[in-house]
């Protein structure tokens, strides 16, 4: 994790392992299978172990399109109406009980999943467009929402992290014990009109979210 060892660097053997650590053989093995299933290390027959030659997902946290997006896809779960979690409703300025259009959608890199994510529209705003349609929309969100009179012109986004739920670990296959993201984003329209909350869940040992901030001179 500190990097001391590199991509592609070979570890020492086990039997090296229990003499550095000074601990038992089945512990350095446990300690080996637990880096390997999460993604660490690699076994190569007849060769020994690796620190495993894979760089996390740096994604522009600003951004709604991933890089390289020929290696993305975007997988369309569901198309529902319901009642948005609390602070999603705080954001998109909802009545207590009020409803709304939710698309749930799972993001694949080279065909693996890595991020969960749940749009909100108001109902006024979504109801017999395409964002209520079961189906991908041409062209995307922003562009639906800007024909219905409603462009994006600003968002605020509020990270965090915390164990997932079972749904969430087993939809992105993460290994045990592993935390993950979860970025809240609300978009604004015209007027500071909330139009979209998006709560997006991504498993924390594959991420590191990249931001950039212009800094005016005085």
Excluded at 109 to 129: M, R, T
């Amino acid at each position: 994790m500190r990097g001391d060892l590199g991509p592609g660097t070979q570890l020492p053997s086990t039997s090296q392992l229990v003499a550095q650590y000074g601990a038992a053989n089945a512990t350095i093995q446990h300690a080996l299978k637990s880096l390997k299933d999460e993604g660490f290390l690699d076994s190569r027959v007849g060769k020994g172990v690796y620190v495993r030659d894979r760089q996390p997902l740096v994604v522009e946290a600003a951004s709604y399109i991933p890089p390289a997006p020929g290696r993305f896809r975007y997988q369309l779960i569901a198309v529902t109406t319901a009642v948005p979690p609390a602070d999603v409703a705080d954001g998109l300025r909802l009545d207590p009980g009020a409803t709304a259009v939710v698309r749930t959608r799972i993001l694949f890199h080279d065909d693996q999943p890595v991020e969960l994510s749940a749009s909100y529209y108001p109902a006024d705003i979504a109801a017999g467009s395409g964002l209520a349609k079961p189906a991908k929309i041409r062209g995307g969100a922003p562009q639906e929402l800007a024909e219905l009179g409603f462009p994006q012109r600003t968002f605020v986004d509020r990270i965090s992290a915390r164990p997932p739920t079972v749904e969430e670990a087993e939809s992105l296959d993460l290994p045990d014990g592993t935390p993950v993201i979860r970025q809240l984003r609300v978009v604004h329209s015209d007027g500071e009109r909330p139009v979209e909350a998006s709560v997006l869940i991504k498993g924390a040992h594959l991420y590191e979210l990249l931001y950039r901030q212009t800094v005016a001179s005085e």
